[in-house]
């Protein structure tokens, strides 16, 4: 479909970062980002003793190291 329709500069400069980054034009750039807004927040996992972060299969774990260097920051 197509549409006119007025960004903010910020929205725009965001969607035309992300459309120089993945090579895609800025109409397919914007509806990845409206997508992206449509999902569900994170999830939370509340089956178990303590309720857990469902986190995306590529997420990297935190480290101790990291954790204790992001408390010395503190």
Known sequence: MRTT??????VHQAAAALAALKKLSLGDAL???VRRGLKPA????????????VLPDEAEPIT?????QAEDEL
Do not use: S, V
Request: hydrophobic share 45%; charged share 25%; aromatic share 8%.
């Open 42 to 53: 994170i999830a939370i996992d509340t089956g178990k003793a303590f309720p857990c972060f």
């Open 64 to 68: 101790l190291e990291q954790t204790l």
């Open 5 to 10: 329709i007025n960004l903010p500069d910020d």
């Open 31 to 33: 509806a990845e980002l």
